[in-house]
């Protein structure tokens, strides 16, 4: 099984609103990525945890929050977030390893109003 | 430092002619090649993997992608498209180095007609 879950599919919320986007995986791996893709544009990564701990974040602004419960979970947080931000939000997840292979899951389509 | 360019933004065909997608890559070592399918509103899929085992990869839905070294090429083909083909391409890099180090190209988009 190479599924990766997200949800909800679908978001709109208002820039003063608090959300989360949850991914969740059950092929034991211990990497998992947040990427944001803009329409017409490859997925730029976000963030990377590696066993539950948050290895990269790639200069993401502080109104993006993520969080790994454990090894299956990972959430996305939102608050204040602005116009600009609206995009589809891709969560992975691979073995533990640079060259490993990342599954995607389909994806939250969010747009901030 | 690694890159990866794929050579045209759109790529249109007819049902059942040859599908040919070109990715060339930047990289002063062997790189892991990757091949990834997004159908409209929906994530990434892999098609297939490069990791030096052999230059010819085949993958899912009928597609392979051929490793050449001298050309620094990972182009992506498949005999006879289809019209469930239509969807974007993302040709990917990686080195290795830190973890989630996967360097996409900008994505061709391939449409199939009847």
């Known amino acids: 099984d190479t599924e990766v879950t997200q949800t909800p599919k679908h978001l709109v919320m208002g820039m003063t609103n608090k959300k989360s986007l949850k991914c969740e995986q059950h092929?034991?791996?211990?990497?998992m990525y947040w990427y944001k893709q803009k329409a017409k544009k490859p997925p730029e990564l976000m963030f990377v945890?590696?066993?539950?701990?948050?290895?990269i974040n790639e200069s993401v602004p502080s109104r993006f929050s993520p969080e790994c419960p454990n090894s299956s979970l990972l959430n996305l947080h939102l608050h204040a977030l602005q116009p600009e931000d609206s995009a589809l939000y891709l969560c992975?997840?691979?073995?533990?390893?640079?060259?490993?292979?990342?599954?995607f899951g389909p994806g939250t389509r969010l747009l901030v109003l | 430092a690694q890159s990866v360019t794929q050579l045209g933004s759109h790529v249109s065909v007819s049902e059942g002619a040859l599908v040919l997608l070109r990715c060339n890559y930047s990289?002063?070592?062997?790189?892991?090649l990757f091949w990834y399918v997004q159908y409209p509103n929906q994530g990434l899929q892999l098609l297939l993997k490069?990791?030096?085992?052999?230059?010819l990869v085949k993958g899912i839905n009928g597609f392979e992608a051929e490793f050449k070294k001298s050309e620094t090429s990972f182009h992506l083909t498949k005999p006879s498209a289809h019209m469930s083909d239509a969807a974007e391409y993302f040709c990917?890099?990686?080195?290795?180095?830190?973890?989630?180090?996967?360097?996409f190209g900008k994505g061709t988009k391939l449409s199939v007609k009847p």
């Open positions: 092929m034991g791996h211990r990497a």
């Open positions: 990289s002063s070592v062997p790189p892991y």
């Open positions: 990917a890099v990686t080195l290795g180095g830190s973890q989630g180090n996967l360097i």
């Open positions: 992975a997840s691979s073995q533990v390893g640079s060259t490993e292979t990342q599954y």
């Open positions: 945890y590696s066993y539950e701990k948050l290895s």
């Open positions: 490069y990791t030096s085992a052999a230059t």
